[in-house]
Nanobody
Framework: VQLQASGGGLVQPGGSRRLSCVAS????????PGWYRQAPGEERELVAT???????SYTDSAQGRFTISVDNAKKTVYLQMNSLKSEDTAVYYC???????????????WGQGTQVTVSS
């Protein structure tokens, strides 16, 4: 089981970017997918999460600019980021609790991280 994040890159202030995170392997169930980020010299912080009912939660700085969504059939979670600012520059990590086939408890998995740099 693994999470593979992609979509990072260089974007100008005010621009948009969509991150994707695909879960692969022998997966029975996925819970609480979310996105975190870590800027240089800072601690990793929660950016957005989505629950099984589609309810979403965002950090204050992302509210109104970022949108998290899930495609269950594709086992993919997205983070649409609009109106990007320099302070959004960070490595973005996806996270989810996954129940793998042949196991009996959910385990926390992390993607490898994808760099988003907002700069002109």
């Amino acid at each position: 089981v693994q999470l593979q994040a992609s979509g990072g890159g260089l974007v100008q202030p005010g621009g948009s970017r969509r991150l994707s995170c695909v879960a692969s392997g022998s997966i029975l169930s996925i819970r609480s997918p979310g996105w975190y980020r870590q800027a240089p010299g800072e601690e990793r912080e929660l950016v957005a999460t989505i629950n099984a009912g589609g309810g979403t939660s965002y950090t204050d700085s992302a509210q109104g600019r970022f949108t998290i969504s899930v495609d269950n059939a594709k086992k993919t979670v997205y983070l649409q980021m609009n109106s990007l600012k320099s302070e959004d520059t960070a490595v973005y990590y996806c996270n989810a609790k996954i129940l793998a086939r042949g196991t009996y408890s959910f385990v926390d998995y992390w993607g490898q991280g994808t760099q988003v740099t907002v700069s002109s």
